[in-house]
């Protein structure tokens, strides 16, 4: 079936693309210092693509950084079911590392 394979194609292509956007908003707004509108490029980001590590530890600088550590938290969590559920593995130790430091910040 080449037309469904094509059309399978071109649409991961498109994912794959809005993610690469997503990232790169987010990154653009962290380095404005725009933390609120840089969590929801990563939010949105997370949204399409849940097991993106480098997206969520942004998210959480960024929630952190706005003074929200119990949603940088939650952010984590996601995370961790996402991995779990659709990957089955565990966080990199750099994620898990931040999560730490987050915890024994509060």
Known sequence: EPVGEWADERRERLRDLHVEAL??????????ERYAEA???F???????????????RQMICL????????ALRAYDALV?????????????????????????S
């Open 23 to 32: 990232d790169a908003l987010g990154r653009a707004q962290m380095q404005r």
């Open 39 to 41: 969590a929801d490029a």
């Open 43 to 57: 939010r949105a980001l997370l949204a399409v693509d849940p097991v993106n590590e480098d997206a969520c530890r």
């Open 64 to 71: 952190t950084r706005l003074g929200d550590r119990a949603a």
């Open 81 to 105: 079911r996402a991995l779990r559920d659709e990957l089955g593995v565990r966080p990199e130790p750099e994620t898990s590392t931040l999560r730490d430091k987050l915890v024994s910040a």
